[in-house]
């Protein structure tokens, strides 16, 4: 697979065998396909400082599609969303509401980790994607909500919902309300597991958690698909 890269406006957009990649990302008829032409994704300039492309992962069937920011410094190492403290979370949340995790896809706004160095020792730290960022990655999103055909799409904080739903969506005043949109029957948007691990006290953790578990099962009763305790 050839990647050419040419300058346009402000960035550059790749060609991927000679196919202009948002045009590649539409016609694609399999996640699997998608995955391997997103591998090689240079729409933005964070694949510099990346690792890898982190696509989306779950099972084809799932009807629930988790959408966060971007992969944070464990999914870029190992190639798979969600898989660090925030995911883990995310993880023992959806237990929590009896939705099993086989049953979710989960996916990013932003496909490639965007970081910085921190000023003292080699942590990775992470920086927020910019408007420009999340607009090169999007056909990447807009195909897997295509090829998922999910009938429940779960932004997870600020940046999945305010690039799906418009830039002026609050979570905080939104979150747990249904939101009318052409990308799925459902879709809903709650907090980001990573601002309930921010919190600085074990008791308002305990809370924000209990808040997003709520969220969680109301997503759950959408399908009827919470197991039977
Ligand atoms: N945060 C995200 O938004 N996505 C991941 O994959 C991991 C952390």
């Known amino acids: 697979m050839r990647t050419r890269i040419s300058p346009s406006g402000g960035g550059t957009v790749a060609f991927i065998d000679g196919v202009h990649a948002t045009e590649r990302a539409k016609s694609e008829r399999s996640l699997t396909g998608l ?7 240079q729409a933005c ?7 890898q492309t982190v696509f989306g ?15 944070g410094d464990k999914e870029d190492l190992a190639g798979h969303p ?5 995911g883990k979370l995310l993880d023992e ?16 706004a932003v496909k490639h980790f965007k970081w910085e160095p921190a000023e003292r020792g ?4 992470h920086k927020k994607p910019r408007a420009s960022e999340i607009e090169a990655c999007r056909p990447w999103l807009d195909a897997e909500i295509r090829l998922m055909k999910p009938e429940v799409i ?22 747990g309300q249904l939101i009318d949109s052409p990308l799925a029957p459902n ?15 074990e008791g308002e953790r305990r809370l924000e958690t209990d808040a997003f578990v709520a969220d969680l099962k109301k997503i759950a009763g959408l399908l009827q698909i919470r197991k039977r305790a």
């Open 122 to 125: 080699k942590r990775r730290i």
């Open 154 to 175: 779960v932004c997870l904080g600020a940046t999945a919902a305010q690039a799906l739903l418009g830039k002026t969506f609050s979570v905080t005043r939104q979150r």
């Open 93 to 108: 949340c959806l237990r929590e509401a009896g939705i099993d995790r086989d049953q979710v896809y989960v996916t990013n």
């Open 57 to 71: 992962e779950g099972a084809p069937s799932s009807k629930i599609m988790f959408v966060g920011e971007q992969p």
């Open 35 to 41: 995955r391997k032409i997103a591998a090689g994704c």
């Open 82 to 86: 969600f898989v660090g403290p925030a």
């Open 45 to 51: 300039d964070l694949w510099k400082n990346a690792t």
């Open 187 to 201: 879709v809903i948007a709650t907090v980001h597991p990573s601002s309930i691990l921010r919190a600085r006290e």
